[in-house]
């Protein structure tokens, strides 16, 4: 019972703090995202909020955890079908040219929602779990999946990608995961946010034009599944780590990265285009310190996300 009632503690002061946690995030976001991330000529990389990214290189692009269709938090309390917004689509979805793929850490309807109707849209393959495959196939497009294999290099236009096993955070309390399971609904009107389950999670690797990035969706990892090192870009997923027994003492000694980007901490029942609130408790202020604690290499940079 201890580590519940430690949870529940630091939300109730992160509550009673929220205000001036806010001012304070923001200052810290706002001295992150005066740092460049530095990367080559040509490679775009945009923060489509959550976990969500747009890579774009040599005229093709990767979408990965796209999630712009953003649910109310009214549809998840009534449990209402969640699908794919076209109008929000429309205004904030973008790729130069070919898109190469889409692909999915996990299956939460805040990473997986807008993934069948980008592949649709641009007639791309989406890659991740079996549960993304089911998802897939509700949406009529089962010949546009691909189940990926743990450590399998897959090569999509200029970007080589790989998925390394992976876990999701424990959010209730640090005993439990939200949603846990794969993901079955049999039809789209039953696609409540609920419906959207976790599924195989997976961290995303990608080596373009010399970088090697790694994408976290949630704040928690399989230590031993992960192989890479040195990396360059760590997108880090970071809402959940306060769930996580030493999350930034374990998994950064094993990617060992040049640059930390922090992603998932944007409130994402709140619709793109209006101004961005934090995620409760997301701590943004606290980075710095967490990460000079355990590696005096790395340094943290943020991007804006793309709406603002």
């Not at 953003?70 to 699908?83: G, I, K, M």
């Not at 450590?151 to 439990?176: D, I, N, W």
């Not at 009107?189 to 419906?195: C, E, F, K």
């Amino acid at each position: 019972m201890a580590r519940p009632l430690r949870h529940l503690g630091d939300l109730a002061k992160a509550r009673l703090r929220r205000r001036a946690t806010e001012r304070e995030d923001e200052q810290v976001l706002d001295e992150l995202q005066a740092k460049p991330l530095e990367l080559p000529d040509g490679l775009e990389l945009e923060w489509l909020g959550v976990s969500g990214y747009r890579m774009t290189f040599e005229g093709q692009t990767l979408f990965i955890d796209p999630y712009l269709s953003r649910v109310p938090f009214a549809d998840l309390l009534r449990r209402r079908p969640t699908l794919p917004d076209p109008a929000a689509l429309d205004r904030f979805v973008h790729a130069p040219g070919e898109v190469a793929g889409v692909l999915v850490g996990h299956t939460h309807f805040d990473h997986a929602v807008d993934a069948p109707a980008i592949a649709r849209r641009f007639g791309c393959r989406a890659y991740g779990s079996d549960s993304l495959l089911t998802l897939m196939g509700l949406h009529g497009l089962s010949t546009q999946a691909v189940e990926v294999e743990p450590y399998r290099t897959y090569e999509l236009g200029p970007f080589e990608v790989g998925f390394t096993p992976s876990v999701h955070s424990k959010l209730l309390l640090g005993l439990a995961v939200p949603y846990d399971g794969d993901l079955t609904c049999e039809h789209l009107d039953a696609l409540s946010p609920g419906a959207y389950r976790c599924g195989q999670v997976w961290g995303i690797s990608i080596e373009v034009a010399g970088v090697r990035f790694y994408h976290q969706g949630s704040a928690n990892l399989v230590d031993e599944a992960i192989r890479e090192r040195g990396v360059d870009v760590f997108l880090a997923g970071v809402a959940g780590r306060s769930f996580t027994e030493e999350y930034w003492q374990r998994i950064l000694p094993r990617l060992d990265p040049e640059v930390v980007v922090p992603t998932h901490y944007d409130n994402f029942f709140r619709p793109l285009g209006q101004r961005m609130e934090f995620v409760s408790n997301a701590q943004l202020a606290a980075l710095p310190g967490e990460i000079a604690a355990v590696s005096a290499d790395a340094r943290l940079a943020a991007l804006p996300r793309a709406d603002l």
